[in-house]
């Protein structure tokens, strides 16, 4: 603005500046036109002589009326409807980077959701939620029931309608969190084209033991116990007795949670039956209550929702979760500022996806997000020197992480336990804290799962995949030179022999004890009471709560409360969020080195990023074998199959790698 304004006072030239209209020569006697042509003369030659000062001016004038001309725009009508389209969320905690932010309106990350759910129950300016649901986002069972807690929330607050509108829930195929989500709305509409896919619960296990076997490939893969069976498909033809009576607790736990639920829905008939009688249309779905309406969106808004929400229809306005933010941070708080001494500071740290070593992958486009050791690490370092000058009070951790590299995992759990003994670690855990994500969670003095969260998975993989017999079925054959017969304890070109079996198999208890001697520590339990708990089995919120691997069941506001119990303060309103670590813009992308600093301080690296172990040498060797077999992974596991998070694949890198 000030270049643009300097280049107008250039351009414009001095006679054009004494001008003076001709009405205004017309009305005014000479005397006073010579007075206004001076006048501007003047004016000119004072902004000729203080460019700098009349540039200022200028430039603080038109933001002043450009920033009063947004908020006009975006002001908030006293009649609105806050449309909840499940399509513009990202269901994940990590908000994406600057870049696709910058070019994708999916901003709005799954906890920025409840927050602005959460203020609208006090926003009289709000008449209702229009919530969009069944366009087959992976929603997870652990945010599901967290979301469905917070619609209903809504609903015993302000008494006001919460409407569910689906075009179809599902078009080829089943989407139960969609309608399970829906069910905690006072209303559900539908056209009569769509259809409700709701139907009984199923897995099907695919494994590759036979296939690998024709192939020549060999995975000498070791497993702490029975029940630990993300490497299944590569060791077996069929589920086995431990691995089958998992996968069934997990249809019947979600099953029953889903017909808990529905139960509390007035108008459903037969909820016992509800699933096993699916799929229906939208007229069995109305008649079974699936369905409280039939109509396209138009129709339902100009017909029926002027009579629920007691507004008429002209004077109802509907604001995206978007629009609405803006209001909610009014009324929530806004984003924290180095300045703001008022309220006590909670930092707020996540870990999301596959554990690796190395730096942390953020989520690009429809990548999801993971947690690297290195970037682990930092960010728990940074929050350390953060409470060590007395800018933070407190620590909130959102874990949503099946787990992977067992080394990264305790390396990020040293420091989280470093930090609880200075000040209060609170963790939320979303759809799964399993295997070493939750390794990560065990520092905290309170633990807060979701009902239906996958928790536990105490166990670990171990091993590495062998090529040997590929190369011979391909006619190629191999040749080494070796000092010691364990000098090919990593190389995928050899299997285990007896000594290096040894020595793998004592390094798989070395870390499925040393899991188990932190589990038992941190929650105050013997040796014998967690090896009971453990062998790899994994339980839902309800049960890790009941067996003492979790402390709460709740969701993240739920997490949040019990940080402001910690800090003895009334609720977590008097609570200042503070995101760590700060989220990196445009300027630090391309290159903006003062903006590329002031975000990286955060990301220190405790050691450098770029060691290169004897197993990343392994897997080197192979290159893209590891992200195809966690494809394949993530296919074959009952996570994926229940729109549950894949907390199955663990298995990141099958080449000689611990994984927790």
């Not at 989407?175 to 084209?193: F, G, I, K």
């Not at 000098?487 to 299997?495: G, I, K, Q």
Request: proline residues 4%; positive net charge.
């Amino acid at each position: 603005l000030k270049l643009q304004f300097l280049y107008l006072i250039g351009m414009w030239g001095e006679p054009k500046m004494a001008w003076v209209p001709t009405w205004a020569c017309d009305a005014w006697d000479a005397p006073r036109v010579a007075a206004a042509r001076q006048a501007c003369a003047d004016g000119y030659a004072w902004v000729c002589d203080h460019p700098y000062y009349a540039s200022t001016a200028a430039t603080v004038v038109l933001s002043g009326a450009r920033r009063g001309a947004r908020r006009y725009r975006n002001r908030l009508p006293k009649q609105t409807m806050l449309e909840v389209d499940l399509d513009t969320v990202q269901f994940m905690e990590t908000r994406k980077d600057a870049l696709y932010r910058s070019f994708y309106k999916k901003k709005e990350t799954f906890t920025s959701v409840l927050n602005v759910l959460e203020a609208a129950e006090s926003d009289a300016r709000v008449k209702g939620l229009m919530v969009r649901v069944g366009r087959g986002k992976p929603l997870g069972a652990g945010r599901a029931s967290e979301l469905r807690a917070a619609l209903q929330r809504y609903h015993k607050k302000t008494k006001q309608p919460v409407v569910c509108y689906a075009d179809s829930f599902g078009e080829s195929g089943p989407v139960l969190t969609d309608y399970w989500v829906a069910s905690a709305c006072t209303h559900v509409v539908m056209p009569s084209c769509g259809q409700v896919n709701v139907t009984a619960l199923q897995a099907t296990g695919v494994f590759f033991k036979s296939l690998l076997a024709k192939l020549g490939v060999a995975p000498n893969i070791l497993t702490r116990r029975a029940h630990k069976t993300a490497a299944n498909p590569f060791l077996e033809d069929r589920y086995t007795d431990e691995h089958r009576a998992q996968v069934g607790m997990v249809l019947e736990t979600l099953g029953a949670e889903v017909r808990r639920d529905l139960k509390e829905r007035a108008p459903l008939k037969d909820a016992d039956t509800v699933l096993e009688d699916g799929p229906y249309t939208a007229a069995a779905a109305m008649e079974r209550g699936l369905v409280d309406y039939i109509h396209h969106l138009d129709d339902f808004v100009d017909d029926v929702l002027p009579g629920l929400t007691g507004v008429k229809k002209e004077e109802l306005a509907f604001r995206s979760l978007a629009a609405y933010a803006p209001h909610a941070a009014k009324h929530y708080g806004k984003a924290a500022r180095p300045w703001d001494t008022r309220k006590p500071k909670v930092a707020e740290v996540v870990f999301e996806g596959r554990i690796h070593e190395g730096a942390s992958k953020k989520p690009l486009g429809y990548n999801g997000a993971s947690i690297g050791g290195d970037t682990g690490v930092a960010q728990l370092k940074a929050v350390r020197a953060a409470v060590a000058k007395k800018q933070v009070q407190a620590v909130l951790v959102r874990v949503d992480s099946g787990g992977g590299s067992a080394l990264a995992s305790m390396r990020v759990h040293h420091q989280l336990q470093k930090l609880a003994a200075a000040v209060p670690v609170v963790v939320s855990c979303a759809n799964v804290a399993g295997s070493g994500g939750y390794l990560i969670a065990l520092p905290a003095r309170r633990l807060f799962v979701n009902p239906t969260t996958i928790a536990g998975s105490i166990g670990v993989i171990n091993g590495k995949v062998s090529f040997h017999g590929l190369l011979e079925n391909l006619g190629a054959s191999q040749d080494e030179v070796k000092t010691a017969d364990n000098a090919t304890y990593f190389s995928p070109l050899h299997p285990y022999g007896s000594g290096n079996r040894a020595r793998v198999e004592a390094m798989t208890d070395h870390v499925y004890g040393d899991f188990k001697n932190l589990v038992a520590a941190a929650r105050g339990k013997t040796a014998e009471e967690v090896e009971a708990l453990a062998q790899g089995q994994i339980y839902f919120g309800r049960d890790a709560v009941a067996r003492g691997l979790a402390t709460d069941l709740g969701g993240y506001h739920d997490a949040l409360s019990a940080v402001a119990e910690e800090l003895k303060l009334p609720s977590r309103h008097a609570l200042h969020v503070v995101p760590y670590p700060r989220a990196r813009g445009l300027a630090a992308l391309f290159g903006n080195k003062a903006a590329r600093n002031r975000a990286d301080r955060e990301r220190a690296a405790a050691g450098a990023a770029c060691d290169i172990s004897l197993s990343a040498l392994a897997i080197a060797h192979i290159p893209g074998f590891a992200e195809v077999a966690e494809q394949v992974l993530q296919r074959t596991a009952i996570y994926n199959e229940l729109s549950l998070s894949p907390g199955a694949a663990t298995l990141a890198s099958p080449l000689a790698a611990t994984h927790a």
